[in-house]
């Protein structure tokens, strides 16, 4: 026997249903989330599911059995011995946006020809696979969480592939203003005529970022704040010697403006060469908010990664009082714009790669997550803490 255990935040499993007819027919269907494939006498594959209750993009309280076993799944994932942080924290987030699961089960094996079925379904669903070793997902010695390509996430002793990648996403409906209003529906319309100038796909689906008539933008010296906590973070992953980062937080106190993960890091007397790689990138989300702040006349299209050299020399020659004194915070429109267009790059890079495929028109995925994330904050799209914000497309 052989089986595994797909997750989504999709709730409407019709394209499931009639992929699984028009491959593995005849199809009955004994329970609303139950189906038998193949013979009736001897099935192929047997699915059965479950789903919550009410449908949310949180985990917010346990409500029947399929929350609680999210529950349980997200407390086993967050004390996993998992070396790259971002990567647990994003399965976590993942986690806590699942709707629907549903377990497949080959009494003897997988038929010939299952993987080609069943990739289709995970790049629908954005699935999150669970497995034991089988024929299809070999790659841990033991239980482990897949990506929808079918790259090892984490096992149980918390080793992964580190090509591996986890998409997230959350409904429209889950949007706290369902109905647009106009300047929401025009920049969305903006970026869409942005997106179709430089040949990049785009999904019409995508809601638009909040309305400037609502939106709760941080305020200047958040901002800046913020700048100066991701200035030092950076130095220290690049590798900068002790006396000049500690001569950088004489001149600009940056550490009081750390986060929490932001100041394990700083205290860690030697953090491992992810921890430092995942610092350095934060120079780009730095990038983004020297934009929003006007020490940078445009955010221009993220097809190359920023020069921090620069970044940094515009910071170099002004004390923190003058640095503050001389930044002036976009209007809203500016960067709900930035955020809107960043937001459908972000979702392009993101179909790609679940195809397999090279980002379009040279974006740098890299580059526009750090982006995305800087401007998600900035814009308190979920209305998170540096450390929790979320990039779902």
């Known amino acids: 026997m052989e089986r595994l255990t797909l997750y989504t935040h999709a709730t409407d499993l019709g394209y499931l249903a009639e992929h699984l007819a028009t491959h593995y027919g005849p199809v009955s269907q004994p329970e609303p989330l139950a189906w038998l494939a193949g013979p009736p006498a001897s099935p192929t594959l047997r699915l059965s599911g479950r789903q919550r209750t009410q449908p949310d993009y949180q985990l917010r309280e346990v409500t029947d059995e399929f929350t609680q076993n999210l529950a349980g799944m ?20 993942k986690i806590t946006t699942l709707n629907t699961e549903i377990t497949i089960t080959a009494d003897v094996g997988f038929p010939a020809g299952f993987r080609a079925w069943l990739a289709p379904v995970l790049a629908h669903y954005e699935a999150l696979v669970f497995a034991e070793p089988n024929s299809l997902y070999a790659a841990s010695a033991g239980q482990g969480f897949y990506d929808p390509a079918g790259r090892l996430l984490t096992d149980t002793s918390g080793t992964g592939d580190a090509a591996a990648d986890l998409p997230v996403s959350i409904e429209s409906k889950y949007y706290d203003e369902p109905d647009p209003l106009p300047d929401q529906l025009a920049r969305k319309a903006r970026s869409e005529q942005a997106l179709q100038a430089r040949g990049i796909p785009f999904a019409a689906s995508l ?9 709760q933008l941080r305020s200047q010296d958040a901002v800046v704040d913020r700048a100066l906590a991701l200035t030092y ?37 030697a953090p491992d060469q992810q921890a430092r790689v995942n610092a350095t990138w934060r120079y780009e989300a730095l990038h983004a908010l020297l934009w929003a702040l006007g020490y940078l006349p445009e955010l221009n299209f993220p097809d190359h990664p920023c020069d921090p050299g620069h970044d940094t020399g515009l910071l170099a020659p002004l004390s923190e009082a003058e640095f503050r004194q ?68």
């Open 207 to 215: 809601p638009p970022v909040a309305s400037e008539t609502t939106a």
């Open 326 to 393: 001389r930044a002036r915070l976009r209007p809203a429109p500016e960067i709900l714009d930035a955020a809107d267009l960043t937001y459908r790059y972000a979702w392009a890079c993101v179909d790609a790669r679940l195809k397999g495929q090279t980002a379009p028109a040279g974006l740098e995925s890299g580059v526009v997550h750090e982006r995305l994330y800087a401007l998600n904050w900035l814009t308190s799209r979920f209305d998170e803490e540096w450390d929790d914000v979320s990039t779902d497309t």
């Open 233 to 269: 973070v950076a130095l220290k992953g690049e590798g900068v010697p002790a006396d000049s980062l500690a001569g950088f937080e004489r001149a600009y106190g940056a550490r009081r403006h750390l986060s929490p993960a932001e100041q394990a890091f700083a205290d860690d007397p």
């Open 74 to 93: 997200y407390g086993f994932v967050q004390q996993l011995p998992m070396p790259d942080a971002d990567r647990q924290k994003r399965l976590l987030t």
